[in-house]
């Protein structure tokens, strides 16, 4: 079983700035094993793809028009995923999962979720 806590949500105004953290426990997780990946679902629509990160940080993946704005990092010694969040747009806004899985940070879905965390930006 693996539990994933997303935080650090909020409303914010366009052109700034957020952190999430992920936080990963679980009897059966082992940070060395699986790859992170944030996904967002804005509403009305479908969750979609926004970064994903390997096992050990070296290799990222990014949404195609979210490079160069979204960071996501991980610090395996405190089980942690990050995505640092620049010039945000009201666009941006979303519920925004962690999302945790054995096979890599390009596996088709994602074996396991966090509950969630909401960004508003405003215009």
């Known amino acids: 079983q693996v539990q994933l806590i997303e935080s650090g949500g909020g409303l914010v105004q366009a052109g700034g700035s957020l952190r999430l953290s992920c936080a990963a426990s679980?009897?059966?997780?082992?940070?060395?094993?699986?790859?992170m990946g944030w996904f967002r679902q804005a509403p009305g629509k479908e969750r979609e793809f926004v970064a994903a990160?390997?096992?050990?940080?070296?290799?990222?993946y990014y949404a195609d028009d979210l490079k160069g704005r979204f960071t996501i990092s991980r610090d395996n010694s405190n089980q942690a995923v990050y995505l640092q969040m620049n010039n945000l747009k009201p666009e941006d806004t979303a519920v925004y999962y962690c999302?945790?899985?054995?096979?890599?940070?390009?596996?088709?879905?994602?074996?396991?979720w966090g509950q969630g965390t909401q960004v508003t930006v405003s215009s």
């Open positions: 999302a945790a899985d054995p096979r890599g940070p390009l596996a088709v879905a994602y074996a396991y």
């Open positions: 679980g009897r059966t997780f082992s940070t060395y094993a699986y790859a």
């Open positions: 990160v390997n096992w050990s940080g070296g290799t990222t």
